[in-house]
């Protein structure tokens, strides 16, 4: 879907070179604040990160208002623990988290509860990574790109999220999203790129290949859309705008996901 | 209505025709002198019996009963000199002739009728004709005579947005119009993902569109039928035309086969823009497609006084993309031949066969690396109608009409290196029939009434697969069926009404009922129409979209039909909408009906008219007050939210003005509010990143559209051997920046800060256009 948006995209700027941009003042309603959970948690020996918060107004520049004064519960394998508060609305905890494991999170604010549950999977291992220069055309620029191999399961549905690093420095705009499935290619050996980022020579580039269950993937696959979308226009990424399809109950905003990565890293051009 | 009582009443009606007196019927063939064209709608009254006449049918084809004796009879078609002719009728008599084009041309109308006060005395409330003869002095976009871009600034028919060929009728989804070309029904009628239409204004002689009250022939869309005849091509000699633009030029040569009895059109379009990116220096320019084409033929044949066989075809493509890298190239065809057949003077039949497709293919990257899409809408139909011309009073259509679908939906192919397995998804077959009939029945010289009944069936057939869903959307069933074996039946009577009460020469009331069934659903990610829109079609969970509509008008013409004023107010009815879930993926998704839900949509309005058709200055006023509202239980909490479409005001004006003979000048104005979109009303951050909190569907507004465009026709040479002019036309003469999109984003000095982004395409689009005939 992102490949035909790019090219509707190529298209669009090819033709359309009168188009002209510009910040406007859009008058937004203030809703009710809402809950947003957002949690973690990483195979091995990790702290384990609970934020929770509630929506501002959109134009609100401000932080966001953080909740501290919730009951944090984890359980798994017969076993809860509290997560205690560490201040401006955090919650940790050391946890090994182990594979093939259901985890499960209730939140209790303001005699409201919220619950979530997430599954941490094995370990999908990357088998290659490589960059190649590639010229650009139109929009997308000529520069090194970076693709990594990996081979995925074949006997079941297999969700994955990549992220990165450059130079030691974690990339998170909204083109660096990337998740996918194994729809068109499972138990393939299939070849993904980071979008249409561009690296220079040098640079190192840390990629981890993240591994988590289903909900998680709806989660950030909802969240691309949005996120990449646009608001009153044609070439929105979403069919429907809405929010994000989160695994909390009690229409919490956010998360719960059990990550299971692994990583491999390359110096461009070398 | 109860079909039971529609059917006593079509009876009851029916046995009302008069057997009484020795009667015999005038027939024959009516067409334009200059070029041997049909003029269809042409009209033929009686001087000596008052309400007696009848309109020639789409072919030009006309029959009228009377009883014997002598009398004189009129022929007429606007802008064309008025023939009357005295006749001795004491036995069948065939009589076809040719009306020339009046020479006043100063008196140019610029959205015809083929009668003076056709607008009163016809039985069509609801419907727009337009001849592209009429439209070519008006402003265009990119110098292309659009016949879309025109019917949009009628009241109740809404562009899609900017530019857009898409447009919505009283307050119906983009998908919901049935646009058909000598036809054949063309599913993406729209090139450069929307900017120009596919129909190329040199072959094409006008269209007619039914935003209600639709006759019991056409179906299978619930919000209007737009129908599109191609030119038949001079009868009388070889003549080119041409032109000359700032996007696209254009060749059109007709001429006879064998003079008045055949004749022949072929007429090409394409755009140059890549002419000139193929000069550039930069590769990723000279390398890249930008271009489209039409091509549009037509040849008809009399192959006896009875006999006349058309063959019309249609070939469009739009390539776009870069050489080796990326390209996404879509396209219809259309063919259909007709066969109409005199039975005899009062029998009249068409029989038509008909072929449509719609391709498109998308291709990233390059052999092993090449990941490509393809898909496919491919429809054989047949149709016949037959005319009987029973009476003065009574005229008798019926007939029937069938179409194998096929949809394939997506062909994955994709080079060893991607990863990705090639991948056909299941294709689509479906049979959609209908059986029509209806009665045109003048009750007195004031009272007249059309109507009808119409039955449509869809049968999904195999090889194909059903999915049984839970609430989530996840599969809980499936069911397979084989080679040809019936899946889901659907199936229904659609009738059809409108009545026209003559209050006077200058006044009449017209009320119009229609129920329409759809079978076939758009689905798209965006609001424009994008070539990989997906086409569905009814199955288990996808119910057939239905819609029913009222709609009541008074029409009143003033200083000799000079002013003609309309007001008519709808009310329509729409069950089975369809709509997404949040999350849903559009793209090549198997189990896209587990995302979508079905709700339902009311649209309610009323359109006034005023328009000018004779004069120095000739154009039309309209403006649309009108809501649109969908609701679904899983979206809003189950309330009622506004449609994008629903554009509360709707404002068009059109305006020519002809300074003189050779200098015409032309404007045309367009205000209308807002679309209905989602903005969200809070925001948060989560994985580093802020989200925008979305609380509810469409609830605000895109900031009002308004626009003014401007146009010159300059006739440089007018003679019988050679025409030429020049047109010169700027759109949005003011530079107003209309939102096109607005999103919300990070803003680029400080990413925890977020605005609004406003993107407006077209300030100000010059265009030049040079136009010849010889």
Not at chain 1, 102 to 127: C, G, P, Q
Not at chain 2, 197 to 204: C, Y
Not at chain 2, 349 to 369: L, P, R, V
Not at chain 2, 403 to 408: D, G, R, V
Request: net charge negative; proline share 3%; aromatic share 14%.
């Amino acid at each position: 879907m992102k490949s035909i948006q790019f090219i509707l995209a190529v298209i669009t700027v090819a033709f359309l070179v009168t188009a002209c941009e510009k910040v406007i003042d859009v008058d937004l309603k203030d809703a009710t604040p809402k809950i947003v959970i957002e949690a973690v948690l990483m195979e091995g020996e990790n702290v384990f990160e609970v934020n929770i918060s509630k929506t501002a107004p959109y134009f609100d520049n401000s932080p966001s208002e953080k909740i501290d004064n919730a009951e944090v519960t984890l359980t798994y394998l017969d076993r809860s623990v509290t997560i205690p508060n560490t201040g401006n609305g955090s919650y940790t905890l050391p946890i090994n988290a182990i594979i093939n494991t259901e985890y499960h999170l209730e939140v209790n604010v303001e005699d409201e509860v919220y619950n979530a549950s997430t599954t941490m999977l094995d370990k999908v291992l990357i088998d290659t990574i490589y960059s190649e220069y590639e010229e650009g055309f139109g929009p997308r620029e000529s520069g090194y790109y970076v693709y990594v191999k990996y081979t995925d399961p074949g006997d079941v549905e297999n969700f994955y999220r990549l992220t990165h690093d450059v130079n030691g420095e974690y990339q998170n705009t909204e083109d660096d999203l990337r998740v996918f499935n194994d729809v068109r290619n499972n138990g393939n050996q299939p070849r993904v790129s980071l979008g249409f980022k561009v690296f220079e020579e040098d640079d190192v580039v840390d990629v981890k290949l993240i591994h988590f269950d289903e909900a998680s993937y709806d989660y950030f696959s909802s969240l691309n859309d949005i996120i990449g979308g646009s608001g009153g226009g044609p070439s929105g990424g979403a069919a429907a705008p809405g929010n994000p399809l989160s695994n909390w109950s009690n229409n919490a905003l956010g998360y719960f996901s059990a990550y299971n990565y692994d990583s491999a890293s390359i110096i461009i051009g070398q | 209505m109860n079909i039971n009582s529609f059917l006593t009443i079509i009876l009851l009606l029916i046995s009302s025709f008069s057997f009484g007196q020795t009667k015999y019927t005038l027939s024959g063939q009516i067409k334009d002198a200059s070029n041997g064209e049909d003029l269809p709608f042409a009209t033929i009254t009686v001087k000596e019996q008052k309400g007696v006449g009848v309109t020639a049918n789409t072919y030009g084809y006309y029959s009228l009963s009377l009883p014997a004796g002598n009398y004189t009879v009129i022929y007429q078609y606007i802008g064309y000199n008025v023939i009357e002719k005295s006749i001795e009728l004491n036995q069948n008599i065939s009589i076809s002739l040719e009306l020339s084009p009046s020479a006043q041309s100063l008196e140019e109308v610029v959205v015809t009728a083929e009668r003076e006060d056709r607008n009163i005395t016809s039985n069509e409330g609801s419907v727009t004709k337009i001849d592209t003869k009429s439209i070519r002095e008006l402003p265009t976009f990119g110098g292309e005579v659009d016949i879309i871009k025109v019917m949009q600034t009628q009241p109740g028919v809404k562009s899609s947005g900017e530019g857009g060929s898409g447009f919505y009728v009283r307050g119906g989804g983009l998908d919901q119009n049935l646009v058909l070309l000598d036809e054949a029904p063309v599913y993406n009628p729209s090139h450069l993902l929307g900017f120009f239409s596919v129909f190329n204004g040199d072959a094409i002689k006008g269209a007619t569109m039914y935003k209600g009250g639709m006759m019991p022939e056409y179906g299978g869309r619930t919000s209007s039928v737009l129908d599109i005849r191609m030119k038949d091509g001079n009868a009388k000699e070889y003549s080119v035309a041409g032109g000359i633009g700032t996007i696209a030029s254009r060749l059109t040569v007709e001429g006879p086969i064998v003079k008045d009895k055949g004749s022949f059109m072929i007429s090409g379009r394409r755009t140059y823009a890549d002419i000139f990116l193929g000069l550039s220096n930069d590769p990723s320019f000279s390398n890249s497609n930008l271009y489209f084409y039409d091509l549009n033929l037509k040849a008809n044949y009399r192959i006896s006084e009875k006999d006349r066989i058309f063959i019309s075809g249609y070939f469009g493509q739009d390539k776009l993309g870069m050489d080796g890298s990326v390209n996404m190239d879509y396209g219809n065809a259309t063919g259909t031949m007709r066969w109409n057949h005199v039975f005899n003077s009062k029998l009249f039949s068409n029989t038509s066969f008909i072929y449509s497709n719609y391709n498109y293919e998308f291709g990233f990257g390059e052999d092993e690396d090449q990941i490509s899409l393809e898909s496919v809408i491919k429809d054989i139909n047949i149709k016949q109608d037959f005319s009987y011309y029973a009476s003065t009073k009574h005229t008798i259509k019926f007939g029937f009409n069938a179409i194998h679908h096929t949809i394939e939906p997506g062909n994955l192919s994709a080079g060893a290196n991607t990863g990705v397995n090639s991948k056909d998804s299941e294709k689509k077959y479906g049979i959609e029939g209908a059986l029509y009939i209806q009665d045109e029945f003048k009750v007195s010289d004031r009272f007249s009434l059309n109507y009808g009944l119409r039955y449509s069936l869809f049968q999904g057939i195999g090889t194909g697969t059903e999915y049984e869903y839970n609430d989530k959307g996840e599969v809980v069933g499936t069911k397979k069926y084989d080679n040809g074996e019936p899946m889901q039946y659907f199936g229904g009577f659609e009738p059809r009404l409108s009545a026209n009460y003559i209050i006077n020469t200058k006044s009449s009331i017209k009320l119009g009922y229609n129920k329409n069934y759809q079978y076939l659903h758009m689905l798209s990610n965006s609001t424009s129409s994008s070539p990989t829109d997906t086409w569905i079609m009814s199955s288990n969970n996808v119910k057939p979209q239905e819609a029913e509509q009222i709609s009541l008008g008074y029409f009143r013409n003033f200083k000799e039909n000079t002013f003609e004023t309309s007001v008519e107010a709808y009310y329509k009815d729409m069950r089975n909408v369809i709509d997404y879930k949040t999350g849903a993926n559009v793209f090549l998704n198997e189990q896209l009906e587990g995302d979508l839900v079905y709700g339902k949509g009311r649209a309610y309005g009323i359109e006034f008219m005023i328009k000018k058709n004779k004069g120095r200055l000739t154009g039309w006023l309209g403006y649309t007050l009108a809501r649109s509202e969908k609701q679904f239980d899983e979206i809003n909490n189950g309330q009622w939210f506004a449609a994008r479409q629903d554009r509360i005001h709707d404002i068009n004006l059109v305006a020519v003005y002809k300074i003189n003979p050779k200098l015409t000048l032309s404007g045309n104005f367009v205000y209308y509010t807002g679309d209905a979109v989602t903005f969200p009303s809070g925001r948060y951050e989560v994985d580093g990143k802020v989200v925008p909190y979305y609380t509810e569907r469409n609830g605000y507004r895109m900031p009002d559209y308004h626009r003014l465009d401007l146009a010159l026709t300059w006739i440089r040479k007018k003679t019988d051997k050679f025409e030429s002019s020049w047109n010169f036309s700027l759109y949005n003469v003011y530079g107003r920046e209309n939102a096109y999109t607005i999103s919300f984003v990070p803003s680029e000095e400080d990413p925890n800060k977020t605005e609004a982004l406003q993107v407006a395409l077209f300030k100000w689009v010059p265009s030049v256009t040079y136009n010849f005939k010889f």
